[in-house]
């Protein structure tokens, strides 16, 4: 990839003033290859702006024939499909509540089908990458051409100060698993905040993604859906000017990495082999537990092992977040050797 692909444009096609006041800018732009807009905006609570539907593709109809860029955007339902290939919108992608509900999958498959369009496909609001891929398989088997995956981020619990929690590992482990779909990130999700998408979107470039779906108002302050994570058409100028350019795959790599490589596979493989350790003893603990009468699950000593972790782990530098993830995930191991261990005897 000679350089990454960029899709910008509003939340919401508010009105055509606001509309072509923002294709006017971003298409002097020679890095932005596409215009988003949002058409139909169901929202998390009812009562806020929802989208204006038909006359906004009409815009956009207009717009693309005389700015000369295709548009894309978000949908949910066969009808929607109808409608953008009346108004000529070539590019649609799947929102993350989509994709997580395969039925509803199903039904824009087949609205889809034979009609030539180029379907991206956002992350569900969980962070299962099966699911994920499932959607993209399902369209793939109706002979739909899925452009992209788009990354969003997940709806956790703690979203560590995001809007949605990135979670690089999921759509790093789609990449593996699908590594010739482009992968698109959608920092202003992710961020949730003007000020913290820059950060997101160079970081995506740096972990190799293939470009950026980026929010983008002339004047996000008065937007009518997510003005806080909107950028203006200086900023997004700005941010493009600061992604890290891409670097050929070809280039030799230097000899002290390659021998910090080889650290860590060696780690790697001392880790693999403490793990098997460590459940060949969950093994012979489930034994001394049946035999006692004990439970397989221990409260406190449980709480007394993860407090001495994370007071080592603190002491070593280590992120206690990541460390307590860690230890937790082993732990639920654990438990599942004893559990089956305990149930074959």
């Not at 221990?298 to 709480?303: A, C, L």
């Not at 603190?314 to 230890?327: R, V």
Request: proline share 7%; aromatic share 4%.
């Amino acid at each position: 990839m000679d350089r990454p692909i960029i899709i910008a444009g509003p939340c919401s096609a508010e009105s055509h003033e606001q509309l072509q006041q923002t294709v006017a800018q971003l298409a002097k732009m020679a890095e932005v290859a596409m215009i988003r807009a949002g058409v139909w905006k169901p929202r998390t609570r009812p009562g806020g702006f929802e989208g204006l539907g038909e006359p906004a593709l009409r815009w956009m109809q207009e717009l693309q024939s005389e700015y000369h860029i295709p548009f894309c955007c978000e949908v949910a339902r066969p009808e929607h499909v109808e409608l953008c290939t009346r108004y000529g919108i070539r590019h649609v992608w799947i929102g993350a509540r989509t994709t997580a509900n395969p039925f509803m999958v199903e039904e824009l498959c087949e609205a889809l089908r034979g009609s030539g369009m180029q379907v991206m496909v956002k992350n569900p609001m969980n962070p299962d990458v099966r699911l994920w891929i499932g959607a993209i398989e399902r369209l793939q088997q109706c002979g739909i051409t899925v452009g992209a995956a788009i990354h969003r981020g997940f709806s956790m619990y703690d979203n560590r100060g995001y809007r949605n929690d990135p979670l690089w590992e999921v759509p790093i482990e789609l990449h593996r698993r699908l590594p010739d779909l482009p992968l698109l990130c959608d920092p202003s999700h992710i961020a949730g905040s003007a000020d913290l998408v820059p950060t997101v979107a160079r970081a995506a470039m740096q972990l190799g993604f293939d470009g950026l779906i980026v929010e983008v108002h002339p004047h996000p302050e008065s937007a009518l859906t997510d003005p806080q994570q909107q950028l203006t058409p200086d900023a997004l100028s700005k941010l493009l000017a600061s992604l890290p350019q891409p670097s050929s795959t070809s280039q030799p790599t230097e000899p002290a990495l390659d021998m910090l490589r080889d650290k860590i596979d060696s780690i790697d493989h001392e880790l693999i082999q403490l793990l098997g350790n460590r459940m060949a003893v969950s093994k012979q603990i489930a034994d001394v537990k049946r035999q006692a009468g004990m439970s397989v699950y221990q409260p406190i000593r449980w709480e007394a092992v993860l407090t001495d972790r994370l007071q080592q782990a603190k002491c070593l530098g280590l992120d206690q977040a990541f460390t307590k993830e860690i230890l937790e995930k082993i732990h639920g191991e654990s438990v599942r050797v004893q559990m089956d261990n305990t149930s074959d005897s």
